[in-house]
């Protein structure tokens, strides 16, 4: 699919490493009888191996931040159990955060699980900015820039935690209203063509997500957010998945992108079960939504999110509802509510 389109890329070949990390954090471990300290992230372990959620994101315009959540309510009756939003970059965007914050506490309480995302502009340049004038989400980051990102204290590393405070504010907000949030930034991180992607190594694409992680949980103090690590379906997926793993103390949820046109196989779905530490494994984006056949075949993925408009460009209403309707699918009229303990 054209960059313009959407903003899940799966044109480029990156290289791979090894994965190693002394770090630890507690915030996502697993408690007694298998039970976190989120209410969704224990109802996606409750579901792995006999349902799935369904979900559909939100793209821009953050004025509207309900639109093909919406939409699929219109062509199948049924809303979907899992909302999705995004930061974004634009001016008039990041202007309407506020909006789409306010979206997210909406969704939540009317028990939808609640997933955020940021295409984030590249902290070497300026912000706003645009997706593929190559000083914007799409652009490179040289080795010395990416050092100096990686490094505490320099330039660079400052304006990223200034723009992350900026989007800690906002998680801030979901907190104090007891949102849980499943937080997907640095996507598709074997993605070379996004600024924060396809570094190998301990000092590579593993090594931001980490800082990103502490300072948020750390520094920032954000309870509120179940790590979502995602990748892209790569011939190289196997690989990649140790190459990126940014150490298993770092994330709840495994995602994958799936947009290669060989689609949902076997081997993409082995490889993400195969991850080390039995964690729960989702579809993070696609356009092409998964058939019910195949989520029997392939029982763990605890959702599936689509990508906006793509959604319509490769399902037709007749494929959608019956996704929809199937007892093999969750939707928000069967999710549980977040008001009460999950068992």
Not at 334 to 343: A, D, F, V
Request: charged letters at 20%.
């Amino acid at each position: 699919m054209a960059t313009t389109m959407a903003f899940s890329l799966f044109a480029c070949q990156v290289n791979t490493g090894n994965t190693t990390t002394d770090n630890k954090t507690t915030n996502n471990a697993v408690g007694k009888n298998g039970k976190t300290p989120f209410k969704t992230l224990n109802y996606l372990y409750s579901i792995s191996g006999t349902k799935t959620v369904a979900g559909i994101h939100n793209r821009e315009p953050n004025a509207t931040p309900a639109r093909w959540t919406g939409e699929i309510y219109k062509t199948t009756g049924k809303y979907p159990g899992l909302w999705s939003g995004d930061f974004l970059f634009q001016q008039e965007n990041i202007a309407n955060r506020q909006v789409m914050i306010a979206e997210a506490l909406k969704q939540w309480q009317k028990g939808a699980i609640v997933n955020i995302m940021w295409h984030a502009c590249n902290p070497a340049n300026t912000q706003p900015c645009e997706w593929d004038n190559g000083k914007g989400v799409l652009s490179p980051l040289p080795d010395a820039q990416w050092q100096e990102l990686i490094t505490d204290g320099a330039p660079i590393n400052l304006r990223w935690k200034a723009m992350m405070d900026e989007v800690a504010a906002h998680l801030q907000v979901l907190e104090d209203n007891g949102v849980e949030v499943m937080w997907r930034p640095l996507h598709e991180m074997n993605q070379g063509k996004f600024w924060w992607g396809g570094r190998p190594g301990a000092n590579g694409t593993r090594k931001l997500w980490q800082i990103t992680h502490d300072y948020l949980t750390k520094t920032k103090g954000l309870t509120n957010l179940i790590w979502v690590w995602d990748m892209q379906d790569f011939p190289t997926l196997a690989t990649d998945l140790n190459t990126y793993n940014p150490g298993e103390d770092y994330w709840d949820v495994a995602a994958l992108d799936v947009y290669d046109a060989s689609g949902f196989t076997v081997g993409k779905y082995d490889a993400m079960v195969n991850i080390p530490g039995d964690k729960p494994i989702a579809i993070g984006e696609c356009d092409k939504y998964p058939t019910v056949a195949q989520l029997q075949a392939q029982p763990k993925w605890v959702f599936f999110m689509g990508w906006s408009e793509l959604v319509y460009k490769r399902n037709t209403p007749v494929e959608l509802n019956e996704l929809f309707s199937s007892p093999q699918i969750i939707t928000l009229d069967e999710l549980p509510g977040w008001q009460k303990e999950i068992n």
